[in-house]
């Protein structure tokens, strides 16, 4: 009897020991996997998002990192800056939607920039001359032109 009480004891403490491995181990799964943030885009709450198929990332810029910073083609504007690996030898097209109050889609609107990064970033101004009536611009998608679409097939 006193084996069959060894063993016992012996086949306890294994349970336990696979039970506090198994425990500490989802711990650490879930404490690591929320430490692990993009730093390398992540700003603070302005950080950089991908955006359409063409490798574009843009954030919205802070008009305090740009000074002087002001509309030049439109009578109201925001900035973007906008980055991709590969440089956009033609025009940078921004699409865009104006949004009324509680997400409402007034319009659609393109714009055009001229390609001239400086530092591997384009400071694109954020604009529209179809109407006044809205409260916020969404990015939808940024695009060189001239280059075929990525995952697009042609008929």
Request: with cysteine; charged share 25%.
């Amino acid at each position: 009897m006193i084996r069959k009480a060894s063993f016992s004891k012996a086949k306890s403490f294994v349970s336990l020991a696979v039970f506090v491995a198994a425990l500490a181990s989802m711990v650490c799964f879930w404490a690591f996997g929320w430490l692990q943030l993009p730093q390398e885009q992540y700003e603070g709450e302005n950080y950089a998002e991908a955006i359409g198929e063409a490798g574009f990332e843009f954030r919205w810029a802070d008009r305090a990192d740009h000074p002087g910073l002001g509309c030049e083609k439109y009578d109201s504007c925001t900035f973007i800056e906008v980055t991709r690996l590969n440089p956009c030898n033609t025009q940078i097209l921004v699409s865009i939607k104006l949004v009324h109050e509680n997400d409402v889609l007034v319009d659609r609107d393109l714009v055009r920039y001229e390609s001239n990064p400086k530092d591997g970033m384009y400071l694109i101004e954020i604009g529209t001359t179809k109407t006044s009536d809205f409260e916020y611009y969404e990015i939808t998608d940024v695009t060189c032109a001239g280059e075929d679409r990525v995952g697009q097939a042609m008929l």
